[in-house]
């Protein structure tokens, strides 16, 4: 079995998720858009949306980001001596950050120790002896939040695809399921695998 493909970003046949025996279900559905008024340790939506352009979609250093800021308070300044921007410095915006929760998604823990043989001689390396902990949310959740957030909606693939592009039909690899393993892979799929 092949896949067809075409000139494009386009490939016939469009993904549907399955059940573990090949049967089409729905789709997930996106979350509504959530209209709050409660913006956490953000205290309002300017707040959050500078977080999110500098620290995800921008991903700027902190060097920049309080550059940025220092600029922003000195232009507030000038109206208002009492003024400050949205955050201090680099330091103030990461810690509001690591302040946000997920209320469906809890932080949970748990204390790892090394359980190993000791050297015998010598200093014991204090890994070997000081219990670690391990904080961590539920990886299911998280997986299910990314599918049903209205972020992700039509940009997750769910099948391999080939994109060619160019008068020469170059093919563009420019993610996991654009690539040749992926795609190997799913049209080795035996067919009868899925026949009820």
Not at 48 to 60: C, G, K, N, P, S
């Amino acid at each position: 079995m092949t896949l067809p493909s075409y000139n494009g970003k386009l490939i016939a046949s469009k993904g549907e998720i399955c059940d573990k025996n090949g049967r089409s279900i729905s789709s997930p559905q996106p979350q509504e858009t959530d209209h709050r008024t409660d913006w956490g340790p953000y205290c309002n939506r300017l707040r959050f949306e500078v977080a999110d352009l500098l620290f995800r979609r921008v991903q700027m250093s902190g060097s920049h980001i309080d550059e940025i800021l220092r600029l922003w308070t000195a232009s507030l300044l000038e109206i208002n001596p009492n003024a400050s921007g949205p955050f201090r410095n680099h330091r103030d915006l990461y810690e509001t950050i690591d302040q946000s929760t997920f209320v469906d998604n809890p932080w949970m823990s748990f204390s790892l120790s090394y359980g190993g043989r000791r050297p015998e001689t010598g200093p014991i390396p204090t890994w070997m002896t000081t219990p670690t902990e391990i904080w961590y949310r539920s990886p299911r959740q998280l997986i299910h939040d990314i599918i049903g957030s209205p972020d992700f909606q039509d940009e997750i693939d769910y099948i391999p695809y080939h994109e060619y592009v160019g008068h020469q039909n170059n093919h563009r690899f420019h993610d996991f399921f654009s690539g040749d393993w992926v795609w190997k892979q799913a049209v080795s799929i035996n067919i009868s695998t899925f026949s009820a």
